[in-house]
């Protein structure tokens, strides 16, 4: 059998998108000659389209035709119009909850459980939080010094991360929506892979005082150093060893034990998206979701302007009204939010998703939603809130990668799976990160960086289920320490871009 040329997905879909490049006058099927070259993961009109005519992939309208397009033509993201986004206000919920998921082949897995419960850990970590930018210099010096000489005395514990953000002070920090901030540092410092060993650096005049970072019954001088008490650097640099090592000795103590998938916490996000993302690695994504959801685990997958466009997809998945409810009030918040700053979801794609294939929001969205799978959605969380609920959880983020990926983290992910169609090197420190790319090529391109490569689905030379369950395997292995994934072993991670929809002073 010969590699299939094009994609099409839906019955009623007037374009395919190219599995390569497709030189012009190839025969694409019977009766459709490429009018010109059609770059690789790019559309082609599958039947002549009238100027204002319905462009279909997914079964959905990605927008309007602005002038007539030919069957066989390249169709690109200048030739079409964005339609108007789906109301919110009026979306039925619960019509498709499918309860009929793929059994997991292991429902268990090795993780740290915590005395307070809620999710497990993934690996074993000495965070330290610090309420302000200010104190990142120090912190960073004392970090390396507690590496090279604290953290071999402790072989059961994985790293120390210093929780370095640009939060803290010149913000407005009574400002309404101050609270998300605040919401993601609090709950970033008891990430379950910390073990709830707390320890705070502190400036001393910041607006982000100790109290807002951690509860009231947790401030002591065991677990919160301030600089500006301290005699001078060096004593600093003291105060923090000291600190860091007592810290790190009742690390040393967690062991890993075999643990429920319930005790599992998945966040799933891309970044970097083509056209393939859509057919190969987000609905894997999606699979591996169904199976940990189907075994107990909880997932969550985010980004708010990556699914505004099927959104009442997901409102159909939605068990309940108030889950609805919330759902709604998410996309009605950042419909706002994106409103003030004279912008729509329009602003999201890049000039890399477009080369990749991907004409507008509506097709990138529809490719995205891939990687939630077809769980119903117990839950919808605001950005950086932990869920109650095990199964598949809807966390409001943005879809930026580095702003995404520390909300997800203080929802308390103890690993993401992160999809790619273009590439990026893309890590966290406070948990691994597993990549997964949508095409061959990629891989070829980055092979010791992609960890499951989901190309071979566009070539006919695997199924969504057979990559789908080699991540499951993946994402299983990887949380149970018995393998790290690329990004792990490299120790690549970006900043901690903390969400701060209010305004900086
Ligand atoms: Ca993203």
């Not at 994609?7 to 395919?16: C, F, L, S, W, Y």
């Not at 694409?28 to 770059?39: R, T, W």
């Not at 605040?182 to 008891?190: D, F, P, T, V, W």
């Not at 980055?446 to 490569?453: H, Q, S």
Request: hydrophobic share 40%.
């Amino acid at each position: 059998m010969s590699a299939p040329l094009y994609i099409k997905i839906k019955d009623q879909d007037n374009v395919a998108i190219a599995v390569n490049e497709i030189k012009a006058g190839t025969e694409v099927m019977e009766g459709i000659v490429a009018a010109q070259d059609i770059p690789q993961a790019h559309k082609i009109a599958l039947e002549d389209i009238p100027k204002g005519g319905a462009i279909i992939r997914y079964g959905v309208v990605l927008g309007y035709a602005i002038d007539d397009i030919k069957k066989g033509s390249w169709i690109n993201e200048h030739m079409l119009e964005l339609p108007m986004p789906p109301d919110v206000d009026n979306m039925e919920y619960g019509t498709n909850i499918v309860t009929d998921l793929p059994e997991p082949p292991v429902k268990t897995w090795e993780g740290y459980r915590n005395p307070w419960g809620g999710p497990a850990g993934t690996r074993n970590i000495l965070g330290i939080s610090t309420t302000v930018q200010c104190v990142t210099g120090v912190l960073n010096v004392a970090v390396e010094k507690m590496k090279k000489e604290l953290l071999p005395k402790y072989p059961n514990v994985d790293d120390i991360v210093p929780v370095n953000h640009p939060y803290g002070c010149g913000v407005a920090i009574n400002a309404p929506e101050a609270k998300v901030p605040i919401r993601i540092l609090r709950n970033l410092a008891k990430h379950p892979n910390f073990g709830g060993q707390l320890m705070v650096v502190s400036l001393g005049c910041e607006k982000l005082t100790v109290d807002m970072l951690i509860d009231e019954a947790d401030i002591s001088p065991e677990n919160v150093i301030v600089l500006q008490e301290e005699k001078g650097f060096d004593a600093m640099i003291d105060a923090l060893m000291e600190m860091a090592d007592k810290k790190l000795k009742i690390l040393n103590e967690r062991k890993r034990e075999t643990l429920p998938l319930s005790d599992l916490l998945v966040g799933m996000q891309c970044g970097g998206s083509d056209a393939f993302s859509g057919v190969t690695a987000n609905p894997s994504a999606g699979y591996a979701a169904d199976m940990l959801v189907k075994g107990g685990a909880t997932v969550m997958f985010s980004e708010v302007t990556e699914v505004r466009d099927g959104v009442y997809l997901l409102a159909h998945r939605c068990v309940s009204e108030e889950v609805e409810k919330k759902l709604a009030a998410e996309m009605k918040w950042y419909d706002n939010y994106l409103l003030n700053g004279q912008v729509d979801r329009s602003a999201n794609p890049t000039p890399g998703n477009k080369k990749g294939g991907l004409a507008n929001i509506v097709e990138k969205a529809m490719g995205s939603i891939a990687k939630s799978g077809t769980s119903p959605i117990v839950e919808v969380l605001s950005p950086g809130e932990k869920p109650t609920k095990h199964g598949l959880i809807y966390a409001a983020t943005p879809a930026s990668d580095i702003v995404c990926g520390p909300c997800q983290l203080a929802s308390g992910i103890g690993l993401q799976v992160f999809m790619t169609g273009r590439g990026t090197p893309y890590g966290l420190a406070i948990a691994p990160v597993i990549k997964v790319c949508s095409r061959n090529d990629m891989k070829e391109q980055w092979p010791d960086l992609i960890d499951v490569n989901a190309g071979p689905i566009a070539t006919g030379d695997a199924t969504i289920p057979e990559i789908g369950t080699q991540l499951f395997q993946e994402i299983i292995d990887v949380a149970s320490g018995r393998k790290q994934s690329f990004a792990e072993k490299y120790k690549l991670h970006n900043d901690l871009c903390i969400f701060n929809p209010a305004p900086i002073t």
